[in-house]
């Protein structure tokens, strides 16, 4: 049986939630900001809010699919979308998940992202079977190497044009964490024990 999806608080101001499809408007105006977009494969970039609400879904369907788990990360007060973080990308065989987020431009410089990826690195390291988690980024982007840097993430090398950017093929940085070179503090998650079970399940 699929646990409830875990709502983790970041601080007294957010927190995060599972993603819905009512998010779309946010979703599809901070993604399309000129600061963020610069840093988005073309292909990426919902060019219409019906786009942006069928990116969401795969988005929310990772977690009762088994195929990854990813948040939305919101504000208390209103409950505003402003950002969203977690894993597309899971390799079971490997016990390896690719880390993704993205956060409106009006929230960048307050921590928050380094807070929710804390959490979510915290949660990804106790309760699924995962040794490692990697990221990866273009060399351009210096705000995301500094947070995954922040995080102790490892920068592993350079992945000659891996990946078609702008119209054009791109080298990106490739960043690691491993389960070794973290120390797990004890963190409440709601539910633990079911979830532990439910990703470990075949």
């Known amino acids: 049986m699929k646990p409830n999806f875990p709502e983790i608080k970041i601080d007294e101001k957010f927190y995060l939630r ?12 901070y993604i399309n900001h000129d600061l963020v977009k610069k ?35 919101c504000t208390k007060k209103d ?10 990308s899971w390799h079971r065989s490997h016990a390896r998940l690719e880390l993704v987020y993205d956060m409106s431009p009006n929230y960048w410089g307050n921590n928050i992202m380094h807070k929710a990826l ?8 106790q309760t699924m079977p995962v040794n490692r ?16 840097s922040k995080l102790n993430f490892k920068q592993e090398g350079v992945l000659r044009q891996f990946r078609y950017f ?17 120390i797990q503090d004890e963190l409440y998650f709601d539910n633990k024990k079911n979830l532990i079970k439910y990703f470990h399940e075949n």
């Open 133 to 148: 988690i990697e990221a990866v980024t273009t060399p351009e982007n210096l705000k995301s190497i500094k947070v995954l």
């Open 79 to 88: 409950d505003k979308l402003i950002g969203t973080c977690g894993y597309e």
């Open 166 to 182: 702008k119209y054009n093929y791109t080298d990106v940085y490739m960043f690691s964490l491993l389960r070794s070179e973290t």
């Open 39 to 73: 840093y988005v494969p073309v292909n990426c970039l919902p060019q219409t809010e019906a786009k942006a609400v069928s990116d969401l879904l795969f988005l929310i369907n990772l977690f009762g699919q088994k195929r990854g788990i990813y948040w939305g990360i």
């Open 18 to 29: 599972e993603i819905r499809v009512s998010d779309a408007n946010e979703y599809f105006k």
């Open 118 to 125: 804390n959490i979510i690195i915290a949660f990804a390291f």
